[in-house]
């Protein structure tokens, strides 16, 4: 009797402590700390200073080798010819970039520029006329346009962009431009054009008629750049004049060149040294 009581309080005392055990909660896990966000580090700590400190620096595009070839393959080539660069970190560099040219038809993407800082509901029927100006450089299509933004809408544009050496009087024809003042323009172009119409502007500059997409797009939409550009030729007392200037960006790395050349025995000769100064800028 004894060993029967003693099995039977025994067997009481282990099913309290299962039915105790039940009844607890057990002891919280470690939690796996999630990863710190960017934001929450503390970039002032100097062992993250350090790790930034060894990460590589990319050199700004076209490198510096890259433009003294491109300054040297153009100093050989015939006529008055100046190129301006603005490189991936917005520093200018250039061969006789502040020389003065009459601007042909170069002018038409400041008067674009000077009708849609100050018409960002585009009036009935000027997105037809702004499309062929741009497009196919009509010049009735830039006599209206010049109409309504004038000369002192076009100094406005300059003044904005920072050019140094623009000038114009009476008619837009008549502009007078620099190498760096246009690649700076171009460069800076977006930051001058209401945001409602920057696509609008980019799609006229990088839809350029067949037949006008020479030069600069030759050389650089194979390598992989997108292109918004505007030309210009004309004849003058010393032969013929070609320009071009152009804003390139392939990935992050946004550029503006400008070449411009005057007393070429061709229009193929000028249209022949913009591709190769571009070539040579862009080339391995």
Known sequence: MLVLLALTLAAAALVGIAIAARGQRSAPRTAIAAPRLPE?????????????????????????EAIDRAETWLAGRDGVTAFAVVDSDGHEHGWHEDE????????????MVGYLRTHPDIAVGMDGVLTSMIEVSDNDAADA????????????VARLAG???????????????????????????????????????DHLLSNIAGYESWGIP???????????????????????????????QRGDAMIAVAV???????????IDTIEGVVATLLGP
Do not use: C, N
Not at 49 to 55: G, I
Not at 100 to 111: I, Q, R
Not at 261 to 269: E, H, L, V
């Open 40 to 64: 929450q580090m503390d970039w002032s700590r100097p062992a993250v200073v350090s790790r930034l400190s060894e990460l590589p620096v990319l050199p700004a595009f076209p490198l510096r």
């Open 260 to 270: 411009l050349t005057d007393g070429d025995p061709s229009m193929a000769y000028g």
């Open 145 to 156: 346009v010049y109409e309504v933004v004038g000369d002192d809408g076009l100094e406005t």
């Open 163 to 201: 050019m140094q050496h623009f000038s114009v009087y009476r008619w837009w024809t008549y502009a007078q431009i620099t190498a760096a003042d246009q690649a700076r323009f171009f460069y800076s172009m977006d930051s001058l054009i209401p945001s409602s119409d920057r696509e609008f502007a």
């Open 100 to 111: 003065t040219f009459v601007s042909a038809s170069v002018v038409k993407a400041m008067l």
């Open 218 to 248: 030759v050389a650089a939409r194979p390598l992989g750049w997108t292109v918004w550009f505007k030309g210009g030729w004309r004849g003058t007392e010393r032969g013929q004049l070609v320009h071009q200037v152009a804003r390139l």
